[in-house]
């Protein structure tokens, strides 16, 4: 439920986001500028009309009613002094100079000291056009004029022709607010509508995301988030005592890096972020997400790793292993203490901040030098730089200086077994396996390791020869896309199906799995394996995020 | 390590400034999808009203203008109408100048007081939905409800028992129907005082605290913004190993 909810109010506030900025925007426009200075009146005079008497209209009210008896409403004021009748009728309205009894008439002159009338900015006249309508009045769309006067608002008066009145006042700041309206209502007709489907949804959405929220800012409160003198998170401590911890999402539950081992008698009940992101043996071996609970007396944090340390490696060597994957050796003057399987996380420096990448030993363990493959990024797309932390790394000069914490991870060679230990790899996935092909083979009696190995084509088949030669292990390269110049003669297609069709003449009981590589040929190994009946708890992966 | 530190730092200042601001972003949302869900002619309450103006009785002898003018010189506003009165529909003249606005008969030119029995039989004319049923009719001086412009006071109210409690207001001079109000203008209102903040007057747009909120909002915006892109950009790992 409560990640269903930061789910949602993540997703959903990507794509509000924009509108939110918007609203914010515009509401802190109308905030600033209020109301008058919208309105596009500033330099509107009140009216103050004539006695009708001293009009002296020279035709009756009467004489009118007799000649429109339908009328429902006869009304007589005055425009500029002179008396004027507007009758309503039915389904049209009339207007009548009350002086002569026809239609009344405004002409360029009169519209201009109608506009005068209702004027009193420190403006001139600048010039009076004909106009039928107006962009900017909404809903008329009468012959008129419009008079524009010279003053700093530049202020524009509408005058209708029919009726002799003033429209309206336009001036620049009531374009700039009408933008703003435009903005806050999402109706770009003009017509300050927020009465249509476009605002609806974006209500719609508002409404999830404020309210989902709401719902998470619930649950702080409830945890104590908001308690001065509350105990520090398991990450939190972990950071400020400078140990090693990996984070990316700082404490929200979603990454599942900050995973430690707990001790004690009563272990807190896993949460439902824990739930997700650890499987059931995990959390009954004491795992669990140190973001999700906080510091106890009586339970004992224990490092995925103790040995984790951050450790600064020198750049020994750097060679080409394929078109696309570089080998970089550091040394390393502080002794590290890792195993075969295990990786580091590099620290590396773009632009203000300091990104972490993750890369496995690409050979047994050596507290001194440590070797990694590095697959060099394309751009993902058009526009898109390449890969930021691959760069970095390829481009470094021997004896350069990186930092790095770790080891970290848990994909290591199982405890001893009979069993013979299957090795599934694709692409720069080679690092681990070859490590812990390496430790299998230099320990007193090697278990029978079988290697399978996916590649395009032969130039990316990397360390090729030294797995060939290697009298230990069963190497079987795939090639899913051979060219005609490999003159290839091994087995074609994509490993996981290879393997398969080995699986299918083996006893699946009398097998350990490791398999790394790229998420689609990850995610297909692991269906086939299982598909195949390979036990779960026997198979080991390593989802090398690339 | 920095960067580690760092999202959990905006984190803690996403909570804490949610708890002050976020909670204002909601009733924000929600007085702003209320205001949006419901048509502004159905909140006007359009739908509770009709037009009543009728042409003028045929059989009308109209009183000429300049008789009209001579008894009342001070008007600068005047119009033929009818009213129904006493069940029967007549002719006025409704008036408008430096004494105010007044009705008086278009025959007779006397002036016409409205009473109560007046008020109810106007505001039944007005009134569109069927079977009209008042509730009360309240003649009011001062103190005039939140929902009313104070300065169209004195004036008839009227109330309807009906699905949303309309209320007509009426003038007291001419019988015109100035005012109408019914249980989803009144929420609109409360919505519209939480969305500018405004909680005496309900137009004061520019107070300083709706500004404050604002900014802090856009904060509380910017800290979001930051942990969306660490936590949806950020590729992550998740070290497998057996079960």
């Not at chain 2, 390590?1 to 804490?16: D, E, N, P, T």
Request: glycine residues 8%; contains cysteine; negative net charge.
């Amino acid at each position: 439920m409560m990640r269903f909810m930061q789910w949602l109010h993540r997703w959903v506030s990507l794509i509000l986001i924009v509108q939110v900025v918007l609203w914010l925007s515009s509401g802190l426009f109308f905030a600033f500028t209020g109301h008058h200075g919208m309105s596009g009146h500033q330099y509107m005079e009140h009216q103050h009309p004539p006695m009708l008497v001293d009009a002296a209209p020279q035709v009756g009210i009467e004489t009118v009613h007799s000649e429109y008896p339908d009328a429902k409403t006869i009304q007589l004021s005055s425009v500029m002094g002179i008396g004027q009748y507007v009758v309503t009728l039915n389904d049209s309205t009339v207007y009548i100079n009350a002086n002569t009894g026809t239609a009344w008439e405004t002409d360029a002159d009169l519209a201009r000291e109608i506009a005068l009338s209702s004027y009193n900015g420190p403006g001139e006249v600048e010039q009076v056009t004909p106009v039928t309508g107006s962009e900017e009045i909404v809903g008329w769309d009468d012959a008129g004029f419009r008079i524009d006067m010279a003053d700093d608002l530049n202020t524009r008066i509408y005058v209708e022709a029919a009726s002799g009145q003033v429209v309206d006042h336009r001036n620049t700041p009531w374009t700039i607010a009408d933008w703003a309206f435009r903005l806050h209502f999402m109706d770009y007709s003009g017509e300050r509508s927020f009465n249509h489907l476009l605002i609806w949804s974006a209500g719609l959405f508002a409404l999830w995301f404020s309210l989902s929220g709401l719902i998470l800012l619930g649950r702080n409160v409830a945890q104590g988030d908001f308690n001065p003198r509350r105990k520090a998170t398991m990450l939190e401590h972990l950071q400020k005592t400078g140990q090693p911890v990996a984070s990316s999402c700082g404490g929200g539950g979603t990454c599942g890096l900050c995973k430690v081992t707990l001790h004690g008698e009563q272990l807190p009940q896993p949460s439902a972020a824990e739930k997700a992101m650890l499987s059931p043996a995990e959390l009954n071996a004491g795992l669990r997400l140190s973001c999700q609970h906080r510091v106890n007396d009586k339970v004992e944090i224990e490092l995925p790793n103790e040995n984790v340390a951050t450790v600064e490696l020198q750049l020994a060597s750097k060679r080409q292993l394929t078109p696309s994957i570089v080998e970089l050796t550091f040394s390393s003057e502080q002794a590290i203490d890792y195993e075969a399987g295990q990786f580091l996380q590099f620290l590396i420096p773009h632009q203000e901040e300091v990104l972490t990448r993750h890369y496995s030993v690409a050979t047994k363990a050596d507290p001194h030098k440590l070797v990694f493959t590095v697959r060099q990024m394309p751009s993902p797309s058009e526009g898109v730089p390449p890969g930021v932390g691959s760069t970095y790394l390829c481009n470094l000069s021997v004896g350069d200086r990186i930092e790095a914490i770790g080891p970290f991870g848990d994909f290591v060679l199982t405890e001893a077994s009979p069993r013979t230990q299957l090795f599934i790899g694709g692409g720069a996935g080679i690092a681990p396996l070859r490590a812990l092909l390496q430790t299998e083979q230099d320990t007193s009696q090697p278990r029978p390791c079988v290697f399978f190995y996916g590649a395009r084509h032969t130039s990316e088949l990397c360390y090729r020869d030294e797995f060939e030669q290697h009298s230990g292990i069963a190497y079987t390269p795939v090639l899913s896309e051979p060219e005609t110049s490999d003159a290839w003669q091994g087995a074609t297609g994509f490993v996981h199906e290879t393997v398969a069709t080995w699986l299918a003449s083996q006893d699946v009981t009398a097998i350990d799995v490791y398999v790394c590589g790229p998420p689609p040929m990850l995610k297909a190994t692991m269906t086939m394996l299982a598909e195949a009946g390979v036990p779960r708890d026997r198979i080991r992966f390593d989802d090398f995020g690339i | 390590m920095a960067q580690h530190q760092r999202s959990s730092q905006w984190r803690v200042w996403h909570r804490w400034l949610s708890l002050i601001f976020g909670v204002q972003m909601v009733i924000w949302t929600i007085s702003g999808a209320y205001m949006v869900f419901f048509q502004l002619d159905f909140i006007h309450g359009d739908h509770l009203v009709q037009d009543t103006s009728a042409a003028v009785p045929a059989d009308t002898q109209v009183a000429p203008l300049d008789q009209l003018l001579e008894r009342y010189p001070h008007t600068q506003t005047v119009a033929l109408e009818t009213r129904w009165l006493n069940n029967q529909l007549t002719a006025v003249y409704e008036l408008d100048g430096h004494q105010g606005q007044t009705i008086v008969s278009a025959e007779t030119l006397a002036p016409i007081t409205l009473e109560e029995h007046h008020i109810r039989e106007l505001a039944n004319r007005y009134y569109a939905l069927e079977a009209p049923t008042i509730d009360s009719v309240v003649y009011l001086t001062e103190n005039p409800p939140t929902e009313l412009n104070p300065a169209l006071l004195p004036i008839w109210q009227v109330n309807y028992d009906d699905f949303g409690n309309t209320s007509l207001y009426l003038s007291e001079t001419t019988g015109d129907m100035l005012v109408k109000r019914h249980t989803f203008w009144r929420g609109f209102d409360i919505m519209w005082m939480t969305h500018i903040m405004d909680y005496s007057d309900r137009v004061d747009i520019e107070t300083w605290w709706l500004k404050v909120f604002i900014i802090g909002t856009f904060i509380l915006m910017i800290t979001g913004a930051v942990l969306l892109v660490y936590t949806i950009s950020f590729k992550k790992k998740k070290p497998g190993g057996a079960q």
